[in-house]
C-alpha cells in the first residue's frame, strides 16, 4: 500500500465515485498524500479539498488533459494549479465543449453500425461532469450491446474502432504552458500507453519543458517501473506516482493506493512540489 496516490477520478469527469468519497476512502485505506486529476475540469477539487482538510490528508489540487504529438493522444497531468487561473478555465471550456460535440458524433457514429444509444441517456449518466467515453461506454453496457466497459472499449470506442471520434487538442508545447501559467507542473501520464516510442516522446517532450514522468503507475511491473526511473533520471525529471482510479473496475484496474510506489519516492514527488511552489495542501492540514 503506498503512501501517496497522485491520479484520480471522480464524478466530476469519468469516475464513478464522488470526490469526497475517493478521498475518504484513500484516507481510510492508509494514503497520505492525494491528487484528485479529472479530465479538463477543476469542478471537484474543492469539494475534494475539503474533505482531505477535514481528514488532515495532504492534497495536491490537478487536472488531466490530452494533448496531440504527431496524433498521438499524450496525457499531461497537470499538479499544483490554481483552478481560478482564466486562461485555464478558458481552456478548459474549449475542451468540455469539443468532448460534448465529440459525443454527439459518436453516438451518431454507432446509429450507422445499428447500435442505437440516446445521447440523452449518455448525459444522464455523465449527470453534467466532464463527458467522456467511459460515460458512452456504460450507455451501451446499460443497452445490452456489450458486456463490460472494457468490451464497449475493445468492439467500438477505443481509437481505431468503429465508435471512436477524436477531438481537438493543443500541442505538448501549448498545453504544458496551459499548466504552467496556471502555477502547476506538468507530468507525462502513463507513458507505456504511447507504446513502444514512448521513451523518445518522453525525451522530445522534456525541451517543451515537461516537469516529470508517471513513473509508479498502478499495474506497472518492477522492470517497468525501472525503465521509466531511468528515464526520468537522465532526463532530470521528477517522478509521480498512481492508481488512476475511476472505479470502472476494468482489468488491470487498481484499488487507490494499490499500486508500486515507494515511500522514498512519495517523499521525493512532495519535495518536488514544494520547491515548485505549487498550490497544495500538506498532510496536517496547514495551508501553505
Ligand atoms: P476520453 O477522455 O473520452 O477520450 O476517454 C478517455 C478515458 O477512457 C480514459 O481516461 C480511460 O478512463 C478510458 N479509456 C481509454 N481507452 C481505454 C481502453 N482501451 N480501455 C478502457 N478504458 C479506456
Ligand atoms: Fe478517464
Ligand atoms: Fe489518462
Ligand atoms: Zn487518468
Redesign the pocket.
Known amino acids: 500500500m503506498a503512501v501517496g496516490d497522485f491520479h484520480l477520478?471522480s464524478t466530476a469527469?469519468?469516475g464513478v465515485r464522488s470526490p469526497t468519497w475517493v478521498i475518504e476512502t484513500a484516507a481510510a485505506r492508509g494514503v497520505r498524500h492525494l491528487a484528485l486529476t479529472d479530465?479538463?475540469t477543476t469542478a471537484g477539487l474543492t469539494e475534494a479539498q475539503e474533505a482531505a482538510h477535514r481528514l488532515g490528508v495532504g492534497f495536491v489540487p490537478g487536472i488531466?488533459i490530452?494533448a496531440d504529438y504527431r496524433g498521438r493522444?499524450v496525457?499531461l497531468l497537470g499538479y499544483g494549479i490554481d483552478p481560478d487561473s482564466p486562461s485555464l478555465q478558458a481552456f478548459l471550456g474549449w475542451q468540455r465543449d469539443g468532448?460534448a460535440r465529440?459525443m454527439e458524433l459518436a453516438v451518431e457514429r454507432l446509429a450507422e453500425h445499428g447500435i442505437t444509444i440516446d445521447l440523452g441517456r449518455v448525459r444522464a449518466i455523465a449527470g453534467g461532469a466532464?463527458?467522456?467515453?467511459?460515460?458512452?461506454?456504460r450507455a451501451l453496457v446499460e443497452a445490452g450491446y456489450v458486456g463490460s466497459?472494457?468490451e464497449a472499449?475493445?468492439s467500438w470506442?477505443?481509437?481505431g474502432q468503429p465508435g471512436y471520434v477524436a477531438?481537438d487538442r493543443l500541442g505538448p508545447q501549448e498545453a504544458i504552458e496551459v499548466i504552467h501559467r496556471a502555477g502547476g507542473v506538468a507530468v507525462a501520464a502513463h507513458p507505456l500507453?504511447l507504446g513502444e516510442a514512448y521513451a523518445e516522446i518522453v525525451r522530445e517532450l522534456a525541451p517543451m519543458g515537461l516537469d516529470g514522468v508517471e513513473t509508479y503507475y498502478k499495474h506497472y511491473d518492477p522492470d517497468t517501473v525501472a525503465a521509466h526511473e531511468r528515464l526520468a533520471a537522465s532526463l532530470g525529471l521528477a517522478m509521480s506516482g498512481g492508481s488512476?482510479y475511476?472505479g470502472?473496475g476494468?482489468p488491470n484496474d487498481r484499488e487507490i493506493g494499490d499500486i508500486p510506489f515507494p515511500q522514498d519516492a512519495v517523499e521525493a514527488f512532495l519535495r518536488f512540489l514544494t520547491e515548485r511552489d505549487v498550490h497544495m495542501i500538506p498532510a496536517g492540514g496547514t495551508r501553505c
Open positions: 477520478h469527469s469519468d479530465h479538463d488531466e490530452g493522444d496525457h468532448r465529440r466532464s463527458i467522456g467515453r467511459p460515460h458512452l461506454a466497459v472494457q472499449f475493445d470506442l477505443a481509437e477531438r500507453f488512476d475511476h470502472l476494468n
